[in-house]
Protein backbone atom coordinates (compact mmCIF):
# COMPACT_ATOMS: atom_id res chain seq x y z
CA UNK A 1 0.00 0.00 0.00
CA UNK A 2 1.35 3.48 -0.68
CA UNK A 3 0.33 6.98 -0.24
CA UNK A 4 1.95 9.85 -2.17
CA UNK A 5 1.73 13.08 0.04
CA UNK A 6 4.42 16.07 -0.40
CA UNK A 7 6.71 16.28 2.81
CA UNK A 8 4.57 19.84 3.81
CA UNK A 9 1.38 18.23 3.26
CA UNK A 10 1.58 15.52 6.06
CA UNK A 11 -0.26 16.36 8.14
CA UNK A 12 -1.73 18.19 10.87
CA UNK A 13 -5.28 17.95 10.03
CA UNK A 14 -6.93 15.72 12.46
CA UNK A 15 -9.26 13.04 11.23
CA UNK A 16 -10.88 10.36 12.90
CA UNK A 17 -9.42 11.43 16.03
CA UNK A 18 -5.85 9.02 15.71
CA UNK A 19 -3.31 11.45 14.23
CA UNK A 20 -0.38 11.85 15.41
CA UNK A 21 2.44 14.86 15.05
CA UNK A 22 5.25 14.03 13.03
CA UNK A 23 8.10 16.71 13.01
CA UNK A 24 10.39 17.21 10.00
CA UNK A 25 12.96 14.67 11.59
CA UNK A 26 10.08 11.78 12.10
CA UNK A 27 9.48 12.91 8.32
CA UNK A 28 12.89 12.44 7.18
CA UNK A 29 13.06 9.09 8.78
CA UNK A 30 9.81 7.92 7.07
CA UNK A 31 11.26 9.11 3.93
CA UNK A 32 14.63 7.56 4.35
CA UNK A 33 13.16 3.83 5.02
CA UNK A 34 9.88 3.75 3.48
CA UNK A 35 11.10 1.42 0.67
CA UNK A 36 13.54 -0.41 3.47
CA UNK A 37 15.37 -1.18 5.80
CA UNK A 38 19.04 -0.66 4.94
CA UNK A 39 20.94 -4.15 4.08
CA UNK A 40 24.16 -3.30 6.07
CA UNK A 41 25.16 -4.55 9.38
CA UNK A 42 24.11 -1.36 11.77
CA UNK A 43 20.63 0.30 9.84
CA UNK A 44 19.97 2.83 11.60
CA UNK A 45 23.18 3.78 11.59
CA UNK A 46 23.21 3.99 8.18
CA UNK A 47 19.54 6.12 8.34
CA UNK A 48 21.29 8.04 11.33
CA UNK A 49 23.83 9.38 8.48
CA UNK A 50 22.04 10.01 6.33
CA UNK A 51 19.58 12.65 7.99
CA UNK A 52 22.90 14.12 10.04
CA UNK A 53 20.97 12.55 13.80
CA UNK A 54 22.29 10.44 16.37
CA UNK A 55 21.45 6.72 15.86
CA UNK A 56 20.26 6.65 19.33
CA UNK A 57 18.07 9.45 18.16
CA UNK A 58 16.37 7.06 15.09
CA UNK A 59 16.11 4.28 17.26
CA UNK A 60 14.20 6.44 20.25
CA UNK A 61 12.17 8.09 17.21
CA UNK A 62 11.58 5.15 15.54
CA UNK A 63 10.38 3.24 19.19
CA UNK A 64 8.43 5.72 19.57
CA UNK A 65 6.60 5.69 16.31
CA UNK A 66 5.92 2.10 16.47
CA UNK A 67 4.27 2.27 20.21
CA UNK A 68 1.77 4.58 18.80
CA UNK A 69 1.23 3.13 15.40
CA UNK A 70 2.61 4.86 13.08
CA UNK A 71 4.92 2.13 12.22
CA UNK A 72 2.57 -1.04 12.50
CA UNK A 73 5.99 -3.26 12.57
CA UNK A 74 9.53 -3.84 11.22
CA UNK A 75 8.98 -6.96 9.16
CA UNK A 76 9.57 -8.59 6.26
CA UNK A 77 6.36 -8.17 3.57
CA UNK A 78 5.82 -11.85 1.66
CA UNK A 79 4.85 -11.14 -1.82
CA UNK A 80 2.07 -14.37 -1.59
CA UNK A 81 1.99 -14.35 -5.59
CA UNK A 82 5.31 -15.67 -5.36
CA UNK A 83 5.31 -18.05 -2.57
CA UNK A 84 2.22 -20.34 -3.78
CA UNK A 85 -0.39 -18.15 -2.60
CA UNK A 86 -2.72 -17.64 -5.64
CA UNK A 87 -6.35 -18.08 -3.89
CA UNK A 88 -6.61 -14.68 -2.35
CA UNK A 89 -10.53 -14.26 -1.45
CA UNK A 90 -11.83 -11.57 0.29
CA UNK A 91 -14.82 -13.15 2.87
CA UNK A 92 -18.09 -10.89 3.80
CA UNK A 93 -19.74 -11.48 6.60
CA UNK A 94 -23.25 -10.49 8.18
CA UNK A 95 -22.86 -10.22 12.11
CA UNK A 96 -24.97 -8.65 14.22
CA UNK A 97 -24.01 -4.96 14.88
CA UNK A 98 -23.43 -4.86 18.67
CA UNK A 99 -21.20 -7.79 18.17
CA UNK A 100 -18.98 -6.92 15.75
CA UNK A 101 -16.32 -5.50 17.59
CA UNK A 102 -16.23 -8.78 19.57
CA UNK A 103 -16.31 -10.72 16.81
CA UNK A 104 -14.13 -8.83 14.59
CA UNK A 105 -11.20 -9.26 16.74
CA UNK A 106 -11.37 -12.90 17.24
CA UNK A 107 -11.33 -13.26 13.22
CA UNK A 108 -8.34 -10.92 13.23
CA UNK A 109 -6.27 -13.33 15.68
CA UNK A 110 -6.71 -16.23 12.81
CA UNK A 111 -3.22 -16.24 11.37
CA UNK A 112 -4.49 -17.20 7.51
CA UNK A 113 -6.46 -13.45 8.01
CA UNK A 114 -4.38 -10.32 6.46
CA UNK A 115 -6.65 -7.58 7.27
CA UNK A 116 -9.86 -7.77 9.05
CA UNK A 117 -12.42 -4.48 8.97
CA UNK A 118 -15.72 -3.25 9.85
CA UNK A 119 -17.43 -1.59 6.94
CA UNK A 120 -21.14 -0.11 6.18
CA UNK A 121 -24.20 -2.55 4.99
CA UNK A 122 -25.92 -0.97 2.33
CA UNK A 123 -28.81 -2.96 2.27
CA UNK A 124 -31.04 -4.23 0.16
CA UNK A 125 -28.11 -5.35 -1.98
CA UNK A 126 -25.26 -5.55 0.29
CA UNK A 127 -25.93 -7.19 3.89
CA UNK A 128 -22.28 -7.83 5.19
CA UNK A 129 -20.77 -5.88 7.96
CA UNK A 130 -17.30 -7.82 8.57
CA UNK A 131 -14.95 -7.72 6.04
CA UNK A 132 -11.61 -10.29 6.03
CA UNK A 133 -8.88 -11.32 3.22
CA UNK A 134 -7.94 -15.14 3.01
CA UNK A 135 -4.60 -16.10 1.57
CA UNK A 136 -3.94 -20.09 0.21
CA UNK A 137 -2.91 -22.01 -2.40
CA UNK A 138 -5.74 -23.03 -3.96
CA UNK A 139 -9.68 -22.15 -3.71
CA UNK A 140 -10.39 -25.49 -1.95
CA UNK A 141 -7.73 -24.58 0.42
CA UNK A 142 -9.35 -21.17 0.65
CA UNK A 143 -12.57 -22.34 1.51
CA UNK A 144 -11.51 -24.43 4.30
CA UNK A 145 -10.38 -20.83 5.67
CA UNK A 146 -13.52 -19.80 5.46
CA UNK A 147 -15.64 -22.81 7.11
CA UNK A 148 -12.79 -21.88 10.21
CA UNK A 149 -14.14 -18.46 10.05
CA UNK A 150 -18.37 -19.62 9.89
CA UNK A 151 -17.58 -21.97 13.03
CA UNK A 152 -15.52 -19.06 15.10
CA UNK A 153 -18.53 -17.06 14.31
CA UNK A 154 -20.89 -19.52 15.19
CA UNK A 155 -24.78 -17.75 15.63
CA UNK A 156 -22.76 -14.72 15.46
CA UNK A 157 -22.93 -15.27 10.98
CA UNK A 158 -25.98 -14.27 9.89
CA UNK A 159 -24.44 -14.72 6.24
CA UNK A 160 -21.50 -14.72 4.22
CA UNK A 161 -19.79 -14.46 0.83
CA UNK A 162 -16.61 -14.89 -0.36
CA UNK A 163 -14.95 -12.82 -3.36
CA UNK A 164 -12.04 -14.43 -5.16
CA UNK A 165 -9.95 -11.87 -7.18
CA UNK A 166 -9.27 -13.01 -10.73
CA UNK A 167 -7.46 -10.22 -12.18
CA UNK A 168 -5.26 -7.31 -10.96
CA UNK A 169 -6.59 -4.03 -12.93
CA UNK A 170 -4.02 -1.73 -11.00
CA UNK A 171 -1.23 -1.92 -7.60
CA UNK A 172 0.60 1.10 -8.04
CA UNK A 173 3.62 1.23 -5.43
CA UNK A 174 3.14 4.70 -3.80
CA UNK A 175 5.33 6.49 -1.24
CA UNK A 176 3.97 7.48 2.17
CA UNK A 177 6.08 11.04 1.90
CA UNK A 178 7.43 12.03 -1.70
CA UNK B 1 13.99 -22.33 -5.05
CA UNK B 2 13.82 -21.86 -2.05
CA UNK B 3 15.63 -23.85 0.68
CA UNK B 4 14.66 -24.55 4.21
CA UNK B 5 17.15 -21.69 5.30
CA UNK B 6 14.79 -19.12 3.29
CA UNK B 7 12.08 -20.50 5.12
CA UNK B 8 13.16 -20.09 8.21
CA UNK B 9 14.50 -16.71 7.83
CA UNK B 10 11.23 -15.57 5.94
CA UNK B 11 8.77 -16.97 8.74
CA UNK B 12 11.11 -15.50 11.38
CA UNK B 13 10.97 -11.74 9.56
CA UNK B 14 7.47 -11.63 9.16
CA UNK B 15 6.86 -11.75 12.71
CA UNK B 16 9.12 -8.55 13.35
CA UNK B 17 12.57 -6.79 13.58
CA UNK B 18 14.33 -5.27 16.46
CA UNK B 19 14.69 -1.73 17.22
CA UNK B 20 18.52 -1.94 18.23
CA UNK B 21 22.17 -1.35 17.45
CA UNK B 22 22.97 -4.60 15.26
CA UNK B 23 19.49 -6.22 14.62
CA UNK B 24 20.69 -8.47 11.46
CA UNK B 25 23.41 -9.74 14.16
CA UNK B 26 20.59 -10.33 16.65
CA UNK B 27 18.51 -12.12 14.19
CA UNK B 28 21.22 -14.37 12.84
CA UNK B 29 22.29 -15.73 16.14
CA UNK B 30 18.37 -16.49 16.53
CA UNK B 31 18.64 -18.16 13.02
CA UNK B 32 21.98 -19.53 14.02
CA UNK B 33 23.65 -18.38 11.11
CA UNK B 34 26.31 -15.24 10.52
CA UNK B 35 24.93 -11.61 10.06
CA UNK B 36 26.74 -11.58 6.33
CA UNK B 37 24.61 -14.81 5.61
CA UNK B 38 21.32 -13.27 6.61
CA UNK B 39 22.59 -9.71 4.72
CA UNK B 40 22.89 -12.16 2.02
CA UNK B 41 20.04 -14.01 1.78
CA UNK B 42 17.48 -11.26 2.89
CA UNK B 43 19.05 -9.44 0.00
CA UNK B 44 18.16 -12.22 -2.88
CA UNK B 45 14.64 -13.07 -1.83
CA UNK B 46 13.89 -9.02 -2.42
CA UNK B 47 15.73 -9.33 -5.56
CA UNK B 48 13.95 -12.32 -6.57
CA UNK B 49 11.08 -11.09 -5.69
CA UNK B 50 10.01 -13.66 -2.91
CA UNK B 51 9.71 -10.73 -0.20
CA UNK B 52 8.00 -7.36 -1.62
CA UNK B 53 9.66 -5.21 0.97
CA UNK B 54 11.77 -5.62 4.17
CA UNK B 55 11.46 -2.51 6.64
CA UNK B 56 8.88 -0.34 8.80
CA UNK B 57 5.19 -0.59 8.29
CA UNK B 58 3.61 2.52 7.83
CA UNK B 59 0.18 2.95 8.81
CA UNK B 60 -0.71 5.70 6.32
CA UNK B 61 -3.68 7.01 7.53
CA UNK B 62 -2.60 7.26 11.34
CA UNK B 63 0.10 10.04 9.08
CA UNK B 64 -3.17 11.78 7.89
CA UNK B 65 -4.26 9.75 4.80
CA UNK B 66 -7.42 8.92 4.35
CA UNK B 67 -8.36 5.04 2.42
CA UNK B 68 -11.76 3.76 1.04
CA UNK B 69 -12.51 0.43 -0.46
CA UNK B 70 -15.00 1.04 -3.18
CA UNK B 71 -17.13 -1.57 -5.22
CA UNK B 72 -18.89 -1.31 -8.52
CA UNK B 73 -21.01 -3.55 -10.53
CA UNK B 74 -19.71 -3.27 -14.01
CA UNK B 75 -21.71 -4.67 -16.78
CA UNK B 76 -19.24 -8.00 -18.52
CA UNK B 77 -19.16 -5.73 -22.09
CA UNK B 78 -18.42 -2.56 -20.33
CA UNK B 79 -15.76 -3.44 -17.72
CA UNK B 80 -12.57 -2.82 -19.47
CA UNK B 81 -13.49 0.88 -20.56
CA UNK B 82 -14.75 1.18 -16.91
CA UNK B 83 -11.50 -0.44 -15.48
CA UNK B 84 -9.51 2.36 -18.04
CA UNK B 85 -11.62 5.33 -16.37
CA UNK B 86 -11.21 3.83 -12.99
CA UNK B 87 -7.74 3.60 -13.36
CA UNK B 88 -6.88 6.61 -14.48
CA UNK B 89 -7.25 8.34 -11.06
CA UNK B 90 -3.88 8.60 -9.29
CA UNK B 91 -5.86 8.33 -5.92
CA UNK B 92 -6.75 4.82 -7.14
CA UNK B 93 -3.89 2.93 -6.04
CA UNK B 94 -5.01 -1.20 -5.84
CA UNK B 95 -7.68 -2.16 -8.42
CA UNK B 96 -9.47 -5.55 -8.18
CA UNK B 97 -11.30 -8.20 -10.68
CA UNK B 98 -13.72 -10.22 -8.39
CA UNK B 99 -15.89 -13.26 -9.10
CA UNK B 100 -19.29 -11.66 -7.86
CA UNK B 101 -22.12 -8.97 -8.65
CA UNK B 102 -19.91 -6.65 -7.13
CA UNK B 103 -16.63 -7.63 -9.78
CA UNK B 104 -14.31 -4.35 -9.86
CA UNK B 105 -13.41 -3.29 -6.51
CA UNK B 106 -10.58 -0.38 -5.82
CA UNK B 107 -8.68 1.39 -3.15
CA UNK B 108 -8.46 4.58 -2.80
CA UNK B 109 -5.92 6.69 -1.08
CA UNK B 110 -6.38 10.42 -0.72
CA UNK B 111 -4.86 13.20 1.61
CA UNK B 112 -8.17 14.36 2.47
CA UNK B 113 -11.52 12.81 3.33
CA UNK B 114 -13.65 15.07 0.57
CA UNK B 115 -10.99 14.11 -2.29
CA UNK B 116 -12.13 10.34 -1.85
CA UNK B 117 -15.59 11.55 -2.56
CA UNK B 118 -14.72 13.68 -5.29
CA UNK B 119 -13.22 11.01 -7.11
CA UNK B 120 -16.04 8.83 -6.70
CA UNK B 121 -18.76 11.44 -7.85
CA UNK B 122 -16.85 12.08 -11.04
CA UNK B 123 -16.34 7.69 -11.76
CA UNK B 124 -20.19 7.72 -11.38
CA UNK B 125 -20.37 10.83 -13.51
CA UNK B 126 -18.11 9.53 -16.90
CA UNK B 127 -19.24 5.51 -16.21
CA UNK B 128 -22.97 5.90 -15.38
CA UNK B 129 -22.58 2.98 -12.13
CA UNK B 130 -23.25 3.03 -8.82
CA UNK B 131 -20.50 3.78 -6.68
CA UNK B 132 -20.95 1.78 -3.12
CA UNK B 133 -17.99 3.44 -1.23
CA UNK B 134 -17.07 0.67 1.92
CA UNK B 135 -14.65 3.19 3.89
CA UNK B 136 -13.31 1.32 6.97
CA UNK B 137 -15.26 1.76 10.59
CA UNK B 138 -13.25 -0.22 12.46
CA UNK B 139 -9.80 -1.45 11.75
CA UNK B 140 -9.12 -5.73 13.91
CA UNK B 141 -5.80 -6.32 12.31
CA UNK B 142 -3.63 -5.56 9.35
CA UNK B 143 -0.23 -7.77 8.71
CA UNK B 144 0.30 -10.71 6.05
CA UNK B 145 1.73 -13.62 7.70
CA UNK B 146 2.23 -16.58 5.64
CA UNK B 147 3.88 -19.56 6.84
CA UNK B 148 5.70 -20.85 3.90
Not at chain 1, 69 to 90: D, E, F, S, T
Not at chain 2, 8 to 19: A, D, T
Not at chain 2, 130 to 142: D, I, Q, R, S
Request: glycine share 6%; charged share 25%; with cysteine.
Amino acid sequence: MSFVMATSQVKQTPQSGHNVHLDDIDRKIIQATQAGLPLVSRPYDDIAMQIGISADEVLKRMCKMQQCGIIRRIAAVPNHYALGYKANGMTVWDVPDDRIDELGKQVGTLEFVSHCYHRPRYLPGWRYNLFAMVHAHTREEALQLVSRIADLLGEGCRGHDVLFSTRILKKTCMRLIS
Amino acid sequence: MMDELDRKIINVLQSGFPLSKEPYAEVAAQLEITEVELITRLQGLLENKTLSRFGPMYDAQKMGGSFSLVALQVPEEDFDAVADVVNSYSEVAHNYQRDHKFNMWYVIAAEAPGQIAEVNREIEQRTGLKVFNFPKLAEYYVGLQLPV
